[in-house]
């Protein structure tokens, strides 16, 4: 089973694609970002969440890095 958040690779210009089941929330420059995207979905602890790899998966990246490559 795959990890329901995706944090994409970094694009061109800065910043990560971040998906929950397939559905794009939005692009975070940073982790604050990802961290009210799944508040927003209703994932109030999503601090906690971040560097576990059940629930999200850092794809094309280093997790945590937001800057074009």
Do not use: N
Not at 2 to 14: K, L, Q
Not at 17 to 39: K, Q, Y
Request: hydrophobic residues 35%; aromatic residues 6%; contains cysteine.
């Amino acid at each position: 089973m795959s990890a329901p958040i995706v944090v994409h690779r970094p694009s061109p210009t800065g910043g990560r694609r971040v998906t929950i089941r397939g559905r794009i929330i939005g692009l975070a420059r940073c982790d604050s970002d990802v961290i009210e995207f799944l508040r927003q979905a209703g994932l109030p602890d999503g601090t906690q969440l971040l560097d576990q790899p059940q629930w999200v998966e850092w794809r094309g990246g280093p997790a945590h890095h937001y800057a074009a490559t």
